[in-house]
């Protein structure tokens, strides 16, 4: 039989070779989540593991208590203020083993095995960061590509004469370039760029440039750029990135029909064109809103979530397709 170390098993047995009593072992199962058939049945069993101890070197050798000691008064078990945060008695949520300090992690807040906790379905934060660890995303393609011709609009300009504009371009150019190379200074000359980029507009009395600063923004709290630049990022947002990479695209697309079949009645009010966009656009996120809601699992492993969204577009396709339908209905009326 083999018993890994920490398990409630295991542990009774060492209490037990340590001489516990019975109703010590008992007490120490219970406290550990065991209900009393579990408790009983570990008890036969550390009874009969006993017996597979090596036996004692001489016949009047202290023999181990026996199981059936007489119960002795004892403390209740306190919990151990030291105690692991994942108990004995969790066990895995997808697998369902015990689970020990050393032999579990919690994913998201959920307790697994180590080995279930290294599933690339169980673990999706982490496979999404060991994905795209270390390597280009859009935004860095983004300031690379543009990074030559900023560079060569502000050399034009110093070849002009020298100017604050000209050196503040060629800098701004030189910065979405080390960008593009994943140095950690790139972040920082990224920034730097923009924030004395605006400034200086502001103080010549230009408006800034707001396409620099907002793509700045956006870049530098991007969690994918984050992960290029090799940045530990929170498994939350990790979870939060991965869910907008593979999200219940149906529920997506309905939420979004729906709005535009409302949006689209109320902006042609009246007109034949709103009832007939009305009522096909209703149509069509009505359709996508029930397959969105078919489609979300709550309970897979990553789970499909989008069921807000797919309610919002299934009613407000409803609510369109029937205006929609009324209008066409009173359209007909008038033309016959
Ligand atoms: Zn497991």
Not at 160 to 170: A, D, F, K, R, Y
Not at 253 to 273: D, K, M, N
Not at 282 to 291: D, E, N, W
Request: glycine share 10%.
């Amino acid at each position: 039989m083999i018993v890994s170390a920490g398990t409630p098993f295991a542990e009774a047995v060492s209490m037990h070779r340590a001489g516990a009593t019975t109703l010590a072992i008992r007490d120490r199962l219970r406290a550990l989540g065991l209900d009393e058939e579990a408790v009983a049945l570990l008890l036969a069993a550390v009874g009969a593991r006993a017996s597979d101890a090596p036996a004692p070197e001489a016949e009047w050798g202290p023999t181990p208590a026996p199981l059936s000691a007489a119960p002795e008064p004892l403390a209740p078990v306190a919990p151990s203020v030291d105690a692991p945060p994942v108990t004995f008695a969790t066990t895995c949520a997808r697998c369902g083993v015990f689970l020990t300090g050393t032999s579990s992690a919690l994913v998201l807040a959920t307790a697994y095995c180590t080995t279930c906790a290294a599933r690339p379905d169980v673990n999706y934060p982490r496979a999404f960061r060991d994905a795209h660890w270390g390597k280009r995303d859009g935004w860095a393609w983004f300031f690379g590509a543009l990074s030559p011709f900023i560079i060569l609009a502000g050399v034009f300009g110093l070849l002009n004469g020298p100017s604050v504009t000209g050196l503040l371009v060629s800098f701004t150019g030189i910065a979405w370039a080390m960008f593009w190379t994943g140095a950690q200074a790139g972040r920082i000359a990224l920034v730097l760029a923009a924030v004395v980029g605006a400034t200086y507009n502001v103080v010549s009395g230009i408006f800034p440039n707001l396409f620099v600063i907002v793509c700045t923004a956006l870049a530098m709290t991007n969690t994918r750029t984050k992960l290029f630049f090799e940045i530990e990022v929170s498994e939350a947002e990790l979870a939060k990135a991965w869910l907008n990479v593979h999200a219940n695209r149906f529920a997506q697309w309905a939420r979004g029909f729906g709005i535009v079949s409302l949006i689209s009645f109320l902006a042609w009010l009246g007109t034949l064109w709103a009832a007939v966009a009305t009522t096909s656009f209703g149509a069509i996120a009505v359709v996508l809103g029930v397959i969105g809601l078919r489609t979300v699992n709550e309970q897979a492993q990553p789970p499909i979530g989008g069921k807000r969204s797919a309610v919002v577009g299934l009613t407000c396709g409803a609510i369109s397709a029937l205006l929609g339908a009324i209008g066409l209905l009173f359209a007909t009326k008038l033309l016959s």
